[in-house]
């Protein structure tokens, strides 16, 4: 498997919407089916497991809005995606959703049926946590793709195309496959090819193929062949530093360089830009957010009106934290900019933790990625070894594993030692075990602003902990195994499905039903 992104798999997408693994990854496999399709689609058929997670979240959760999205070819920002499902149906695209039971054995399986005036295709794709997606089939056919190719199928009879790689018609290209995976079926063939820019047409012409299709790649950063990282794992990272006792953040720089080919320079201005459209949100929520289909009502103005005038118990710069991401779930919830980090539903607890006390602090904007930087690699160790998905691990793998990260990035602006942020993120995570995921009338709110907040507090706490030398006991390896046990013993209903804990209370269903009905238009919501 290709190695985690910081940028890919941890810090990002860019997005808006309720829900990365809803939202983004759904955009993304829509985009993936356009391209099938050559970008010509008449219909669609969206089938969803019974037993999985999408059946109950699919429409409330931004299933829909992202998938939508993508088939029409938008990115996960595009600020005409609350509108996508309208947009689609002026595109002249036929829609069908279906509930059927076919046993996947991932919660979050999108299958789809795309057809046009020339062709039909098929694929079946799942959304992994946090934005990332995988092609697991196409046209009945088990493949892998993760959107981080140039993907080029060719389906042909008879000739091998591995014979043609090393012909004159190759020696008149620049062409470099990284891969090529021939799937046999029977008289034919579906020939794979993974590479950095697409198979030219002078490579295809000597197989008359009997159909071409060309993927683009979904994630900011590609894969490519031989690609090596130099650790994987927290204790594989303090192997390879040894007593060097490296920072955290230029380990991560050290790991980024390696997974995605950039100078440090590169690392770093990444990391800056995200943080400045972190800002720039932050603002935007304080300033005050609106949007019909929304459990919570504007908060955070009030919030920073009385932290501003004395009013509120003095808790130091944790109420600017608690102000911060309330203001950034805020503008998530109500369809604005935000960066998955490393979801959506847990988009809050690290950014505002990160940028409130180092605004407290007057450290600058590169301190602010630095931090985030040393973050992001304690979320490839996480996403290595487990998900991001509540769908699968329930909350603990997204509310505990931003603090988790957020942790290391605090003792991180704190110019904490490796060693210090490594103890504060095992602290952390320690103590969000077995939370689980059961958003309020379905709707990825609340209790995520609590659990956000309380993500972001419990990092403010071992942070100063691991700073004065606290003991965390269980290395932080060992703490993410920990995490996946507890998920395979939760129940399906604390795993982000709406079937269990608050989602089910009286008051959730209530809610529920009345925002049903304003979108439907036939009631009004004084919260709005």
Avoid at 224 to 236: E, I
Avoid at 352 to 372: C, L, P, R, T, Y
Wanted: glycine residues 8%.
């Amino acid at each position: 498997m290709t190695p985690v992104s910081i940028f890919n798999d941890v810090i990002g997408p860019v997005m808006r919407g309720p829900s990365s693994s809803h939202c983004a990854a759904a955009l993304r496999i829509g985009r993936l089916a356009r391209d099938l399709m050559e970008g010509e689609i008449t219909e669609v058929l969206v089938e969803f497991d019974r037993a999985g997670s999408l059946p109950t979240t699919h429409e409330s959760q931004g299933s829909d809005m992202g998938l939508f999205g993508g088939l029409l070819g938008w990115e996960a920002d595009d600020e005409r995606l609350p509108n996508s499902a309208q947009a689609l149906a002026d595109a002249g695209v036929k829609l069908r959703i279906e509930t059927v039971d076919v046993g996947d054995p991932h919660p979050n399986t999108y299958r789809l049926t795309l057809k046009n005036t020339r062709e039909t295709h098929t694929l079946i794709a799942i959304s992994t946590g946090g934005g990332m997606i995988e092609v697991i089939e196409i046209d009945g056919v088990p493949l892998h793709m993760d959107g981080g190719y140039h993907e080029t199928l060719i389906w042909n009879s008879g000739c091998d195309f591995s014979r043609i790689q090393n012909d004159s018609a190759k020696a008149e290209t620049t062409f470099s496959e990284d891969e090529v995976i021939i799937h046999e079926l029977g008289d034919k063939q579906l020939i794979q090819v993974k590479a950095a820019t697409f198979a030219p047409s002078v490579l295809l012409v000597p197989l008359s193929p009997l159909s071409v299709k060309k993927l683009s790649p979904v994630l900011p950063v590609p894969s490519r062949k031989n690609l090596h990282v130099p650790f994987t794992s927290c204790a594989a990272m303090l192997a390879h530093d040894g007593a060097q006792n490296t920072p955290l953040w230029q380990l991560a720089i050290e790991y980024e360089r390696a997974r995605g080919s950039f100078t440090e320079c590169e690392v770093i201005d990444k990391m800056t830009d995200i943080v400045r459209i972190l800002r720039k949100s932050v603002a935007s929520g304080i300033a005050g957010t609106s949007y019909e289909d929304r459990v919570l009502h504007h908060q955070s103005g009030r919030f920073a009106e009385m932290m501003n005038a004395g009013r509120l118990l003095d808790g130091g710069a944790l109420n600017r934290i608690i102000l911060y991401v309330t203001a950034l779930m805020e503008v998530k919830s109500s369809m604005g900019v935000i960066v998955a980090a490393p979801t959506a539903g847990a988009c809050a607890a690290l950014p505002g933790a990160v940028i409130a006390m180092a605004e407290s602090m007057n450290q600058s904007e590169e301190d602010m990625a630095k931090a985030m930087l040393a973050a992001g690699l304690i979320g490839v160790f996480i996403a290595t070894r487990w998900t991001f998905a509540a769908e699968v691990g329930g909350c603990q793998a997204e509310g505990g594993a931003a603090a988790c990260m957020a942790a290391a990035a605090l003792v991180t602006l704190a110019g904490g030692t490796r060693d210090q942020a490594i103890a504060a993120a095992s602290m952390a995570f320690q103590s969000m075990l077995g939370l689980i995921c059961d958003p309020i009338a379905n709707r990825v709110e609340a209790p995520c602003l609590g659990k956000n907040v309380m993500a972001a507090s419990n990092a403010l706490s071992c942070a100063n902990m691991a700073l004065a030398g606290y003991d965390p006991l269980i290395p932080l390896d060992e703490v993410i195994d920990a995490a996946k046990a507890v998920a395979e013993r939760m129940p399906r209903e604390h795993r982000c499905t709406s079937l269990g804990g608050l989602a089910v209370t009286p008051t959730s269903l209530e809610i529920e039903k009345r925002l049903a009905g304003l979108k439907k238009g036939c009631g009004s919501c004084s919260c709005h």
